[in-house]
T-cell receptor, first 113, second 114 residues
Framework: SAVISQKPSRDICQRGTSLTIQCQVD?????MFWYRQQPGQSLTLIAT?????????ESGFVIDKFPISRPNLTFSTLTVSNMSPEDSSIYLCSVDNRDSEAFFGQGTRLTVV | DAKTTQPTSMDCAEGRAANLPCNHS???????VYWYRQIHSQGPQYIIHGLKNNETNEMASLIITEDRKSSTLILPHATLRDTAVYYC???????????????FGKGTKLSVKP
């Protein structure tokens, strides 16, 4: 199994500011995924982070709002920009192992006030 | 949109088997059935996945019908710690090993009761 560490685990932020979430994996992985889970809802895929290329965003998510970095095969960041209360969610990082089993971090609980 | 249908909620008595059904009538030949669960305030946890044969691991068993249009996740001896939301997901597995995205539906909220 892959061990995924996310930082911060939670934060309370002022509207209009930005927060960068870090995801560190204990092994090299090709693809990393970022999800959002709004209160009481299921998970929604934001984007796929590919090392060495731009992230691929799902419908409804744009790079200006959720810029992603993937500098190497064990690390990625997701930034939530110009935050509003509607961005209050849990943000989760995920990776696949060689057996196609996806593993998730514990998430970053973001509250925007 | 998710390609699976699950009951919204289920109850199970502690120590009994929990059988969680999932319908995926439009599943394609290259799509696998995955199960995850999410315990409150934690990230989703991988349970098991399969293509057409039944699968078993230390956590659960996965029974897939012969026509692959439905499946059942079985927790053989449910405990209070198995209370969680269980997600059934179909996922494309492309030739060459690349995987499609995981599309989460609403899942089944399983409550294990003493």
């Amino acid at each position: 199994s892959a061990v995924i560490s996310q930082k911060p685990s939670r934060d309370i932020c002022q509207r209009g500011t930005s927060l960068t979430i870090q995801c560190q994996v204990d092994s090299q992985v090709t693809m990393m995924f970022w999800y959002r889970q709004q209160p009481g809802q299921s998970l929604t895929l934001i984007a796929t982070a590919n090392q060495g290329s731009e992230a691929t965003y799902e419908s409804g998510f744009v790079i200006d709002k959720f810029p992603i970095s993937r500098p190497n095969l064990t690390f990625s960041t997701l930034t939530v920009s110009n935050m509003s209360p509607e961005d209050s969610s849990i943000y989760l990082c995920s990776v696949d192992n060689r057996d196609s089993e996806a593993f998730f971090g514990q998430g970053t609980r973001l509250t925007v006030v | 949109d998710a390609k699976t249908t699950q009951p919204t909620s289920m109850d199970c008595a502690e120590g009994r088997a929990a059988n969680l059904p999932c319908n995926h009538s439009t599943i394609s030949g290259n799509e696998y059935v995955y199960w995850y669960r999410q315990i409150h305030s934690q990230g989703p946890q991988y349970i098991i996945h399969g293509l057409k044969n039944n699968e078993t691991n230390e956590m659960a068993s996965l029974i897939i019908t012969e026509d692959r249009k439905s499946s059942t996740l079985i927790l053989p001896h449910a405990t209070l710690r198995d209370t969680a939301v269980y997600y059934c997901i179909v996922r494309v597995m492309n030739y060459g090993g690349s995987q499609g995205n995981l599309i989460f539906g609403k899942g089944t909220k399983l409550s294990v009761k003493p």
